[in-house]
């Protein structure tokens, strides 16, 4: 039948809760992070962009933890 795995994308957690104040959840692998820039570069070898486009994600959609940033 093909590969369907491109249609159901599942990601590691649901995307409204990949966001907490403390920490950014992957939704590749579920790992939580305080910066999710370098975890996808040397990980998936993918750009926040790419990451953000997969997952269907704003273009503002942080790559870094919101009490991290500040």
Same mark, same amino acid.
């Given at each position: %039948? &093909? =590969? #369907? #795995?491109? !249609?159901?994308?599942?990601?590691?957690?649901?995307?409204?809760? #990949? +966001?907490?104040?403390?920490?950014?959840?992957?939704?590749? !692998? &579920? @790992? @939580?992070?305080?910066?999710?820039?370098?975890?996808?570069?040397? %990980?998936?070898?993918? %750009?926040? !962009?790419?990451?953000? #486009?997969?997952? &269907? +994600?704003? %273009? =503002?959609?942080?790559?870094?933890?919101?009490?991290?940033?500040?």
């Amino acid at each position: %039948t &093909g =590969d #369907s #795995s491109r !249609d159901t994308l599942k990601p590691a957690v649901p995307i409204r809760r #990949s +966001l907490t104040p403390e920490y950014i959840i992957c939704l590749e !692998d &579920g @790992k @939580k992070l305080k910066m999710l820039k370098r975890h996808l570069r040397t %990980t998936y070898n993918m %750009t926040p !962009d790419q990451y953000r #486009s997969k997952w &269907g +994600l704003p %273009t =503002d959609y942080p790559m870094v933890a919101p009490n991290y940033a500040a």
